[in-house]
């Protein structure tokens, strides 16, 4: 079945660091690929997506590139702020799986001022 | 105001006893989902809705039912509550059509002692 490997935490960052979180995924079909966000005390919200091979998501200094060749979303910032420290999901959905959405295990990200 | 909200966010009960948890949006979205979330384990989907008499069993739906009142309403009940059961509970929205980008409460910490 369909699933989807992240890098486990936590991340430990200065401020002003360059930030990569790793994902790669296994899937059936052709998926669109997703990061979501989860700051402390709140729920997820929809950091960006990419729904086609070599598209680039993009949001809040953030970015990711489908990559079919390699099978991976990875997450990147140039610059990370103390505000950015949260729990970051990678996350795929196809139709195989009755758009559902298949979740990484969550990447803990501290930044340190 | 929040767009989904959940009832209660922090309960301690007792193995055996029966719990309810809620969830309500504003949204206007008609699927709606329930998860939990465990350290390391990612999100895990419990239940989900399309619409008020369309109900589908999740990944880990043992253990758990629900009920949807409304098109704004979705609970989750513990029937019979037991330890391994400790853990966040999230409730979700989504727009038919657009079912990946989910919107979330704040979810509820559940502790069975």
């Known amino acids: 079945g369909d699933s989807v490997t992240q890098m486990e935490g936590p991340v430990t960052l200065s401020e002003e660091a360059f930030l990569t979180i790793n994902c790669t995924y296994t899937?059936?079909?052709?998926?669109?690929l997703f990061w979501y966000v989860q700051y402390p005390g709140e729920g997820l919200q929809l950091l960006l997506k990419a729904t086609k091979a070599d598209d680039k998501g993009s949001n809040k200094g953030f970015e990711a590139t489908y990559r079919k060749e390699t099978t991976s979303f990875h997450l990147e910032k140039g610059s990370v702020q103390v505000s950015d420290s949260a729990v970051y999901f990678c996350a795929l959905s196809e139709r195989d799986s009755n758009y559902q959405l298949i979740w990484g295990a969550g990447t803990k990200l501290i930044i340190k001022p | 105001d929040a767009d989904v909200t959940q009832t209660p966010r922090n309960r301690i009960t007792k193995t055996g006893k029966r719990i309810m948890l809620e969830c309500s949006q504003t949204?206007?979205?008609?699927?709606m989902y329930w998860y939990r979330q465990d350290p390391g384990l990612g999100l895990r989907l419990i239940y989900y809705s399309f619409d008020v008499k369309d109900i589908n069993k999740g990944e880990i739906s043992d253990g758990y039912s629900v009920s949807r009142q409304a098109q704004a309403k979705f609970s989750l009940s513990l029937e019979s509550a037991i330890p391994n059961q400790t853990a966040l509970y999230f409730c979700?929205?989504?727009?038919?059509?657009?079912?990946?980008?989910?919107?979330f409460g704040p979810g509820t910490r559940l502790t069975v002692l």
């Open positions: 979700a929205t989504a727009r038919r059509g657009n079912t990946d980008t989910q919107y």
């Open positions: 949204k206007g979205h008609d699927r």
């Open positions: 899937a059936t079909g052709y998926p669109s």
